[in-house]
Nanobody
Framework: QVQLVVSGGGWVQAGDSLRLSCAAFGGDLSVHNVGWFRQAPGNDREFVGAVTSKSGITSYDDSVQGRFIISRNNAKNTVDLLMDSLKPEDTGVYSC??????????????????WGQGTQVTVSS
């Protein structure tokens, strides 16, 4: 069973950058689609972006398109979320998830089988 560990959260100011990393243990993350989600206080969990397993196709929510980049590091068995030009509305608990190998990315959280613990990202204005 794949275990995911998320690292890299923290407190930053608007306009800053932050990198989150999703590391896999007990399985090969490269054979899974990987999604990033976030949840702000009082809100439902929402899709941030995802990357397919083999082709590496990425998809992003409109709210982060052009500011966030998802990249795989198969040598380290990780998938990173690079966040630039952060805004206060990006504040939330960020989680990664791994799902079945598909040629498309899913924005639905129930698609994913394995979840990492969340990490807090706080962006102050």
């Amino acid at each position: 069973q794949v275990q995911l560990v998320v690292s890299g959260g923290g407190w930053v100011q608007a306009g800053d950058s932050l990198r989150l990393s999703c590391a896999a243990f007990g399985g090969d993350l490269s054979v899974h689609n990987v999604g990033w989600f976030r949840q702000a206080p009082g809100n439902d969990r929402e899709f941030v972006g995802a990357v397919t397993s083999k082709s590496g196709i990425t998809s992003y929510d409109d709210s982060v398109q052009g500011r966030f980049i998802i990249s795989r590091n198969n040598a380290k068995n990780t998938v990173d979320l690079l966040m630039d030009s952060l805004k206060p509305e990006d504040t939330g608990v960020y989680s990664c998830a791994a799902g079945p190998n598909r040629y498309y990315n899913s924005r639905i959280d129930t698609y994913y089988d394995y979840w990492g613990q969340g990490t807090q990202v706080t962006v102050s204005s």
